[in-house]
């Protein structure tokens, strides 16, 4: 079935100077990137993302782990991956959540660590199933920042908002 998952890289990965790796291991799956941006995570955004965790006792070390507070890099790379069983396929190269638990070869395995406050840094998000890529690539992308029809669309007319243009 084709489907549609989102890829973070997240400060850690970009920070360990990973990017290029972790494209070049993501591209053995053959997947087409649908859209790609590098941005700054809002708290609001990163609470969001994470909502399924907020009673975990880590909740607030990982929205500022996803917010780039510990690692100086204050952006993730967000994607969307698109084709043949798009989810699984990106989650199989991942691994596990826990790095330590994840195949090495993985690429949690390879670049991930557990923090000493017991966050596990694992360089990649990547949705878990079609509800969660839904969810997440309508959190993380506008419609026309995808070049490719996901989900249904409406056009509203929207009065009186401002909008940065090159002078
Ligand atoms: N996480 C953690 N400790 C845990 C579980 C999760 O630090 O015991 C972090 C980890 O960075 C993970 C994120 O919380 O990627 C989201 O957790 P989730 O269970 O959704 O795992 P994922 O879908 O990322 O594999
Ligand atoms: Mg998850």
């Given at each position: 079935m084709v489907e549609q998952t989102l890829v973070l890289i997240k400060p850690d990965g970009l920070k360990k100077s990973l990017t290029g790796n972790i494209l070049t291991r993501l591209s053995e799956t053959k997947l087409e990137i649908v859209a790609a941006k590098i941005t700054r995570v809002t708290r609001e955004l990163a609470q969001e993302h994470y909502s399924h965790m907020k009673?975990?006792?880590f909740f607030e070390e990982l929205i500022r782990y996803i917010r780039g507070e510990l690692h100086q890099r204050r952006k993730v790379m967000a994607m969307v991956y698109w084709g043949e069983d798009a989810i699984n396929k990106v989650r199989q190269l991942a691994g596990l959540t826990n790095p330590e638990e994840a195949?090495?070869?993985?690429i949690r395995g390879a670049y991930g660590r557990i923090t000493t406050k017991g966050v596990y840094e694992n360089v990649i998000h990547t949705s878990r199933d079609k509800g969660e890529a839904e969810r997440e690539i309508k959190l993380w992308f506008k419609?026309?920042?995808?070049?490719?029809?996901l989900y249904p669309t409406k056009t509203i007319e929207v009065n009186k908002t401002k909008q940065k243009v090159w002078t």
């Amino acid at each position: 079935m084709v489907e549609q998952t989102l890829v973070l890289i997240k400060p850690d990965g970009l920070k360990k100077s990973l990017t290029g790796n972790i494209l070049t291991r993501l591209s053995e799956t053959k997947l087409e990137i649908v859209a790609a941006k590098i941005t700054r995570v809002t708290r609001e955004l990163a609470q969001e993302h994470y909502s399924h965790m907020k009673d975990k006792p880590f909740f607030e070390e990982l929205i500022r782990y996803i917010r780039g507070e510990l690692h100086q890099r204050r952006k993730v790379m967000a994607m969307v991956y698109w084709g043949e069983d798009a989810i699984n396929k990106v989650r199989q190269l991942a691994g596990l959540t826990n790095p330590e638990e994840a195949d090495p070869v993985s690429i949690r395995g390879a670049y991930g660590r557990i923090t000493t406050k017991g966050v596990y840094e694992n360089v990649i998000h990547t949705s878990r199933d079609k509800g969660e890529a839904e969810r997440e690539i309508k959190l993380w992308f506008k419609p026309e920042e995808i070049i490719v029809d996901l989900y249904p669309t409406k056009t509203i007319e929207v009065n009186k908002t401002k909008q940065k243009v090159w002078t």
